[in-house]
């Protein structure tokens, strides 16, 4: 029997306390905050899409960085053997749109509650309110050949307490959303560790943009859009769907989505155009405004604009055609009505910046996947010390995706623990 220390009371954390229990070793959790699960509790808008009832290879596609690194860990535990899980440890669930996984209950203090009593049922000790200020090594030698240059001897809490073990597994979350614990401090313990660290960023964040005009239309919500974004000339994003204007720039599924691709551009400029009527051709679009502004030729530009368009965008899309808003309709010269298809189709918008940390629902970029061994979640270099979860380079799309990356690293994990 072997003994473990999970540092990090969250998603991964308590799934590879339960894997590392079940395995047969004497297991002990260290959470920082008061209590279990901070970050779950907030998920899904409260209601925790925990998974994903997608085909596998449809979860796959939906990771965004290191898919192929996730091969073990998603066959090990699959989304199947997730709702399995739940299911069986009393947690009934239910698949609403898109294949999200939710508790049927709506509360996704159940997500935590079913993790702490298969916890609890399998003998993890859990101690709340404990820091782990660093981890303990000591040279390793196993022979000359071994791969291995340190091994795992215990941690150190923050009031100086040294507990000892032969494994431990690095739990501690990402950057984002710091209030629920996962500040960063897993990137600190692991280069200390002599890990490398890629750059990290904010993800699955709302978008800055740089135009007066986007303030206006706070709190539009447009649904059936494509949005391009473009560094120079290259298109580095394309998307359909529903997306959202606040009061500093964009936000919404499409534009949450596309955060993950362009992070790494910003803060810089990025032209980001949105389709307003994707459906439409410019042609058909002409055609279209032709016919309202046959039938409506003594009336003002303004009157129309809810005929085609929200009629929050009146002011600012006229603005951009060139156009004021109290023009009649038959004095519009042809370029004029050239202008609002083209702005129409390309409605145009600067990125300059993601909302940060504070506002990001995964951190991407963390412990490099070069460092793991994709079959264990062990590390190459320290024996005995395992990284999961958030912590890792890893993120995927919303719809459950990123909880299954941290179920299944923390299973594969506790599970690969075997004396
Ligand atoms: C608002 C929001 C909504 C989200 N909604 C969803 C969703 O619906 N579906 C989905 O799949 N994903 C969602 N996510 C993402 C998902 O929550 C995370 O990817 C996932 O929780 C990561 O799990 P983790 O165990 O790696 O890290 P965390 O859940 O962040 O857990 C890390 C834990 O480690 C503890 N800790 C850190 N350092 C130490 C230390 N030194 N000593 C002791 N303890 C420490 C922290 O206090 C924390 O409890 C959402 C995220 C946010 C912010």
């Not at 920082?32 to 998920?43: A, D, M, P, V």
């Not at 709702?83 to 669930?93: C, I, N, V």
């Not at 494509?226 to 290259?234: A, M, V």
């Not at 085609?308 to 002011?315: G, R, T």
Request: aromatic share 8%; proline share 3%; net charge neutral.
């Amino acid at each position: 029997m072997s003994k473990v220390i999970v540092v990090g009371g969250g998603a991964s954390g308590m799934m590879s306390a339960i894997a590392a229990a079940d395995a047969g070793n004497e297991v002990i959790l260290l959470e920082s905050n008061e209590k279990l699960g901070k970050k779950i509790y907030i998920t899904g808008k409260g209601r925790c899409n925990f998974t994903n009832a997608s085909d596998i290879e449809d979860v796959f596609e939906a990771v965004v960085s290191n898919k192929k690194f996730m091969y073990s860990a998603f066959y090990t535990f699959t989304n199947s053997d997730v709702l399995d899980f739940f299911e069986k440890a009393g947690m009934p669930y239910k698949i609403e749109r898109g294949n999200r996984a939710f508790p049927v209950s709506d509360h996704s203090s159940d997500v935590i509650k079913t993790l702490e009593k298969s916890m609890k049922s399998k003998g993890v000790k859990v101690f709340l309110h404990t820091f782990v200020s660093e981890i303990l090594t000591e040279d390793y030698f196993e022979n000359e050949k071994s791969k291995y240059i340190r091994k795992i001897i215990g941690v150190r809490l923050k009031n100086g307490d040294v507990l000892n073990c032969d494994n431990v597994i690095l739990a501690n979350g990402g950057n984002s959303y710091q209030t629920t614990g996962s500040d960063g401090n897993g990137y600190k313990l692991a280069k200390k560790l002599g890990l490398k660290v890629t750059d990290i960023r904010p993800a699955l964040v709302p978008l800055v943009t740089k135009e007066g005009y986007i303030p206006f239309l706070q709190g539009l919500s447009l649904k059936n859009v494509s949005i391009s974004i473009f560094n120079g000339n290259k298109k580095l994003y394309e998307d359909f769907g529903e997306m959202l204007f606040t009061h500093f720039g964009i936000s919404g599924p499409i534009v949450l989505s596309a955060s993950s691709y362009i992070s790494k551009y910003l803060p810089g400029e990025l032209k980001a155009y949105i389709d307003l009527k994707p459906a439409l051709s410019a042609e058909q679009l002409d055609k279209r405004l032709l016919r309202e502004f046959d039938e409506n030729q003594n009336k003002q530009i303004k009157s129309i604009i809810p005929h085609i368009l929200p009629n929050k965008m009146s002011s600012v899309f006229l603005d951009l055609a060139g156009i004021d808003e109290n023009t009649v309709i038959n004095s519009i010269t042809r370029q004029q009505r050239e202008n609002m298809v083209n702005v129409m189709k390309h409605f145009p918008m600067t990125i300059i910046d993601t909302r940060g940390f504070k506002e990001a629902i995964v951190t991407q970029g963390g412990v490099g996947i070069k460092e793991i061994n994709p079959s264990t979640m062990e590390t190459k270099k320290v024996k005995g010390l395992y990284v999961v979860g958030e912590l890792l380079d890893l993120d995927a799309l919303t719809g459950g995706f990123n909880l299954q990356i941290a179920w299944s690293t923390g299973y594969l994990a506790g599970s690969s623990i075997i004396d």
